[in-house]
C-alpha cells in the first residue's frame, strides 16, 4: 500500500525565515514519483515538483528547495527567506511511474508567514 | 494554452436536486482525475479515468455519484439526488501518460454548497 505523512499540519513562521515542511511516504514499489502542490488561500493547487525515485540529487529553484532521501523515505521541501505569499496548504504526494496511476496525497501543512 | 477548465465555479442547490459538475482537461492530456476536497477529508480523489476509460472509481462515495468521459475534451460529475455532506470543493484534474508526464494540473474547483 502506498501512504504519505504529512505530520506538521500546521506552522508559523515570521517573515524571511527559513522553513522546512517534511513528507515521509511509504511504498513497496522500487520505482515512483513524489510531488509537492501548493494551494494558496485563493484554493486552486499548483504543481510545484516531481522527482523520481531514481534521481536522489536535490534540487533547487529560486528560493524553494527539495530534499529527497530514499534511505528514510522522505521528500522535504524547504523555503528559505520565506514571504507572506508563501503562506499557503503545501501537499506532498506520491504515485507509481505506469500509465494510468492515481496519485496518493498527503493531509497538507499549512504554513503561515507572518510580516 | 488553457489550463483545466472547470464549471460552474459556485453552485448552490437544495437538498435532493440533481447536480452536475462539469470539467474540460488540458488538451491532449489523456488522463482525467476527480477530486473532492473538504475540511474533514481532505482531498480525495473520487475516480479516474484513461483514455476516456474509468480505471478506478472505488474513491466514489455511493450510488448518488456517477461520473462520464464522453470524449477526450470533456468529462462530467454527477450527483443525484444531493445531500448536504455533499458540499466540498470538486476540483477536475489532468496529465498525460504520453512523454511520462505523471504531474496532474488541477482546475480552480467548483464550490458545491447543499442546503
Known amino acids: 500500500a502506498q501512504k504519505v505523512t504529512q505530520a506538521q499540519t500546521e506552522i508559523s513562521v515570521v517573515e524571511k525565515e527559513d522553513v522546512t515542511l517534511d513528507c515521509v511516504y511509504e511504498t513497496r514499489d522500487t520505482t515512483y514519483y513524489l510531488f509537492w502542490y501548493k494551494q494558496p488561500p485563493s484554493g486552486e493547487l499548483v504543481f510545484l515538483i516531481r522527482r523520481n525515485s531514481f534521481d536522489e540529487q536535490n534540487e533547487i529553484s529560486g528560493r524553494y528547495s527539495w530534499n529527497f532521501q530514499k534511505s528514510t523515505s522522505s521528500f522535504n521541501f524547504t523555503i528559505t527567506a520565506s514571504q507572506v505569499v508563501d503562506s499557503a496548504v503545501y501537499f506532498c504526494?506520491?504515485?507509481?511511474?505506469?500509465?494510468?496511476?492515481?496519485?496518493?496525497f498527503g493531509s497538507g501543512t499549512r504554513l503561515s508567514i507572518r510580516p | 494554452d488553457a489550463g483545466v477548465i472547470q464549471s460552474p465555479r459556485h453552485e448552490v442547490t437544495e437538498m435532493g436536486q440533481e447536480v452536475t459538475l462539469r470539467c474540460k482537461p488540458i488538451?491532449?492530456?489523456?488522463?482525467l482525475f476527480w477530486y473532492r476536497q473538504t475540511m474533514m477529508r481532505g482531498l480525495e480523489l473520487l475516480i479516474y479515468?484513461?483514455?476516456?476509460?474509468?480505471?478506478?472509481d472505488s474513491g466514489m462515495p455511493e450510488d448518488r455519484f456517477s461520473a462520464k468521459m464522453p470524449n477526450a475534451s470533456f468529462s462530467t460529475l454527477k450527483i443525484q439526488p444531493s445531500e448536504p455532506r455533499d458540499s466540498a470543493v470538486y476540483f477536475c484534474a489532468s496529465s498525460s501518460t504520453v512523454g511520462e508526464i505523471y504531474e496532474q494540473y488541477f482546475g480552480p474547483g467548483t464550490r458545491l454548497t447543499v442546503t
Open positions: 504526494a506520491l504515485s507509481r511511474i505506469s500509465s494510468a496511476s492515481k496519485i496518493i
Open positions: 488538451s491532449g492530456h489523456n488522463s
Open positions: 479515468f484513461n483514455n476516456n476509460v474509468p480505471i478506478d
